[in-house]
Structures are given as C-alpha cells and as structure tokens.
Nanobody, 122 residues
Framework: QVQLVESGGGLVQAGGSLRLSCAAS????????MGWFRQAPGKEREFVAA????????YYAISVKGRFTISRDNAKNTVYLQMNSLKVEDTAVYYC???????????????WGQGTQVTVSL
C-alpha cells in the first residue's frame, strides 16, 4: 500500500503563494493518477486538482483553476501543488491522494495522506 506524506503547508497572507509537496513511499507511484483535496472547517472534503500518471493530463476545480498548478516528478515519487494568488477561502487542510481514477469531473482515489494545514490571512 502506498503511503503519502504531505509537506509545505503554513500561514500566508492573501495574495501570496505556497507549494505543497506529497512524497509517495512506493516506486509504483509513477503508475498512479494523483491529486489534491481540501477540507475547510465545518465543510466537506472537496476536490482541488488531479494529474494523470504521466503528467500529461491535469484537472482542476473551478475555484482554483488559473491559480493552482498540479505537477509531478515520477523520478522523485513526488506530486506538487503550486498555489498562487491565495485567498482567505483557500484556508483548509490539504490532502494528497493517489491511485483510483478521474471521472465525471472529480477524482476517486484509493490512498490518502494525513493532510497539511494551509491558512490564508488577510
């Protein structure tokens, strides 16, 4: 089973940037689609972005499209989420996810990381 470990969260002012990283424990990671979800206090977990195993296809939630970029480095077993122009409403715990499939406008992973907190202040 793949273990996913996120890093890079923190506190940033609105308009700023952060880059999240997710390291996978299993080299077969390169065969999986990967993605990011987030969960804000009092809200359900929501899809943020996903990327195909090759990196050739990417998918984004409307709320982050144009501001966030998902990428991966299969040689390092790592997926990234570059977050620019951050807004207060982006505040959430961000979860890395792996495996599964992207379908019908969302991503259905098999594996989850523990999450990393992103807080955007005014």
């Amino acid at each position: 089973q793949v273990q996913l470990v996120e890093s890079g969260g923190g506190l940033v002012q609105a308009g700023g940037s952060l880059r999240l990283s997710c390291a996978a424990s299993d080299p077969t990671f390169s065969h999986y689609a990967m993605g990011w979800f987030r969960q804000a206090p009092g809200k359900e977990r929501e899809f943020v972005a996903a990327i195909s195993w090759s990196g050739g296809s990417t998918y984004y939630a409307i709320s982050v499209k144009g501001r966030f970029t998902i990428s991966r480095d299969n040689a390092k077993n790592t997926v990234y989420l570059q977050m620019n122009s951050l807004k207060v409403e982006d505040t959430a715990v961000y979860y890395c996810a792996g495996g599964g499939a992207y379908s019908g406008g969302s991503y259905y992973p098999h594996y989850w990381g523990q999450g990393t907190q992103v807080t955007v202040s005014l």
